[in-house]
């Protein structure tokens, strides 16, 4: 395995300065654009948006301003460009908040961090994390299927066949809540499966 998930790791300040200069302004262009963003950025000159200090004068969408204007503008609140049909998944998160997905490469951007967790090809990932209108499963997913490992998609319950699912199949990691973790390793302990 790379020691890096890629080039974007080892970039010089230079670099990622330069990229910042480049990438924010067309960004934040793009999403004055967009009419959930449109008032809060009104003010906002995207070509003085070029350093980290001037991203982090930009304005923040709280979750309650998101839960607003996905209330009035259904489904997304006017925050994508895209209509709901040209994603993959749309998801539903606690608030309620609808999220759009894709299955793209590390479209949720989760491969780095389970590179950076030892995470890559030849491992199988146990993804407890639930399918259903939440995206978490879809994320962990995606991230694994981004740096080359397979997936055993478990959600939650049925521990006794998880366990032996897990044993079978040989995985190699876990992704879900540490409590369930807790869970499955008692069950295979009162199995008598080492995992």
Wanted: glycine letters at 10%; one cysteine or more.
């Amino acid at each position: 395995m790379s020691v890096h998930f890629d080039d974007l790791e080892t970039r010089s300040e230079d670099e990622r300065a330069a990229s910042l200069a480049e990438c924010l302004p067309a960004l934040v262009a793009e999403a004055r654009a967009l009419p959930g963003y449109a008032g809060a950025l009104a003010e906002v000159n995207p070509l003085t948006l070029t350093t980290r200090e001037a991203l982090a004068a930009l304005p923040v969408l709280r979750k309650s301003g998101l839960v607003a204007a996905q209330s009035a503008e259904a489904p997304f609140g006017g925050y994508t460009a895209w209509e709901a049909g040209q994603f993959d998944h749309v998801f539903q998160s606690p608030g309620p908040i609808y999220e759009p997905g894709c299955v793209s490469t590390n479209w949720w951007r989760l491969g780095r961090f389970l590179h950076a967790a030892g995470i890559g090809a030849g491992d199988i990932v146990q993804n407890c994390f639930g399918y259903h209108l939440t995206p978490a499963g879809m994320m962990f997913e995606n991230g694994a299927r981004a740096v080359g490992a397979a997936v055993l998609p478990a959600g939650t319950g049925q521990t006794e066949l998880q366990v032996r699912a897990a044993r079978d199949v040989g995985v190699t990691a876990y992704a879900g809540t540490p409590d369930f973790l807790k869970v499955l390793l008692d069950r295979a302990d009162a199995l008598g499966m080492d995992l």
